[in-house]
């Protein structure tokens, strides 16, 4: 498995030497400011104990607190973690919030534990890092295996420690505990901005824009959703057990693939994969491998499930003409080259997927304030926050001649230089 890690100190070198940042900037933004680990015992229902490895890494708060959700995965290693955090400092400043960027994760696989064993790890993951969260020091949020039940439980537990509740600790919590509305469906509608943000610049008419999405979880699900309602042509879809392409001159139908993921857990409607052996002989659809769905004709990919899905090995292969980001890293720095070479528009992550921390960002001003927007206070915010940092970015990009990434990288590094300059001035 290639470090995650190397692959954004490359996209930060690379945006560095393009920018000419200065050397000690460069130097303070090769490493995380902290790294936290620790062994979490828990007990299991049959009276066992296992011990979990978990981490929290504080990248940076040269702009605000640490910021950046908890995951919960089998293969969750410090590296991927490492990554994660510098990505979300990087993100924020996008975004022009003012967070740094943080993240925790458990290498646990969520789904083998039951509710109490879950709840029991969630505390015990609070309890291992009470001394350096805080909601004016790092705000955890959900990620990948992590929900709102979980931040109920986080957010409880911080207030058992120290004695008093504390909501705006943690984001991404339930209604009823603090939460914001608007946050379950903030990443996903945050991506559709920004392709409607695309669509205007690039003359993409809807019902013409063919879409192949990878991954049907919180992200890709209501990503998809307002798309298809919006009249884009949904051709193909996967998530980890299938992957579907529609008929020749068909569209996916998004509420018959909800309602198979809702009902199977799987976007196949036929459930031909789960059945083994057994051709599809589906008029609408047919089944194909992971990755040949990535490389299939279509306007749009978007990448909504996991890092490195395009490598240097499938990148030349990629026939869309634009690439959204929704997942975190989901392109290696090695296809970013392939693919701008071959003219593909590649709308980064910390841009495309900013919709999740900037309602984040909502949730803690209420928090803090102690009021609750409506969802149309939400929505209405949320909107100009993700327009102007895909608006800057287009506009660096157009007048330096450089891609989105890089350009998005650039407007970051600067705002995050400029901090560090004046707490060091
Ligand atoms: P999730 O766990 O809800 O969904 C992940 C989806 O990806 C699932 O449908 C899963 O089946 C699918 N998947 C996993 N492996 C796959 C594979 N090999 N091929 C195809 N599909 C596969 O997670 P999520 O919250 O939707 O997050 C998805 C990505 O978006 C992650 O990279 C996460 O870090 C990023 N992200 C999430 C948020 C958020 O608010 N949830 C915010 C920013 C970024």
New binding site residues.
């Given amino acids: 498995m290639p470090s995650i890690f190397a692959n954004a100190l490359a996209q930060l070198e690379s945006a560095a030497r393009q920018m000419k940042l200065p050397k000690e900037i460069l130097a303070v933004l090769h490493q995380p400011q902290r790294e936290v680990t620790a062994a979490l015992p828990v007990t299991m229902d049959d009276g066992s104990q296992k011990i979990f490895s978990a981490y929290r890494v504080q990248y940076s708060n040269a702009r605000g607190p640490y910021k950046g959700?908890i995951?919960f995965h089998p293969q969750v290693t410090l590296d991927e973690v490492r990554a994660?955090a510098f990505w979300m400092a990087v993100?924020c400043a996008v975004a022009g919030i003012p967070f740094g960027g943080g993240k925790g994760g458990v290498m646990v696989d969520p789904k083998k534990l039951s509710a109490g064993e879950l709840e029991r790890l969630s505390r015990g993951y609070l309890r291992a890092f009470a001394d350096v969260i805080g909601p004016e020091r790092d705000v955890p949020?959900?990620?990948?295996?992590t929900n709102a039940q979980i931040m109920d439980w986080i957010s409880d537990e911080y207030a058992r420690v120290t004695g008093h509740a504390q909501p705006a600790v943690i984001t991404?919590k339930s209604l009823d505990r603090g939460g914001s509305r608007g946050?379950e469906t903030?990443?996903?509608r945050g991506g559709f901005f920004i392709l409607q943000q695309l669509a205007e610049r690039l003359k993409l008419k809807p019902e013409k824009t063919r879409l192949i999405v990878?991954?049907?979880?919180?992200?890709?699900?209501h990503f998809t959703r307002l798309a298809c309602r919006d009249g884009y042509r949904l051709i193909g879809i996967?998530?980890?057990?299938a992957?579907i392409l529609a008929a020749p001159d068909r569209s996916l139908d998004y509420a018959v693939i909800a309602n198979a993921?809702q009902d199977y857990g799987?976007?196949d409607p036929c459930r031909c994969t789960a059945t083994k052996g057994k051709i599809c002989r589906c008029p609408d659809h047919r089944h194909l491998t992971?990755d040949k769905l990535l490389t299939t004709d279509c306007d749009v990919l978007v990448l909504?499930?996991?890092?490195n899905?395009i490598t240097k090995a499938n990148a030349g292969k990629v026939k869309a003409r634009i690439i959204l980001e929704?997942?975190?890293?989901?392109t290696a720095p090695e296809a970013d080259v392939i693919l701008d070479r071959r003219h593909v528009t590649v709308v980064p992550?910390v841009i495309a997927?900013?919709?999740?921390?900037v309602v984040s960002y909502f949730e803690w001003q209420q928090n803090r304030e102690n009021v609750s927007w409506t969802e149309s206070q939400i929505k209405q915010q949320l909107q100009p926050v993700m327009e102007k940092a895909f608006q800057e970015a287009w506009e660096l990009s157009r007048q330096q001649r450089i891609n989105l990434r890089a350009a998005a990288f650039q407007l970051a590094l600067t705002r995050i230089a400029q901090s560090i300059q004046k707490k060091t001035a």
């Fill in positions: 959700g995951r994660l993100k949020a959900p990620d990948v295996g991404g946050r903030a990443t996903g990878q991954g049907f979880g919180n992200v890709g699900m996967a998530d980890s057990r992957s993921k799987t976007v992971p909504a499930a996991l890092e899905q929704l997942a975190n890293g989901p992550d997927n900013a919709g999740g921390v």
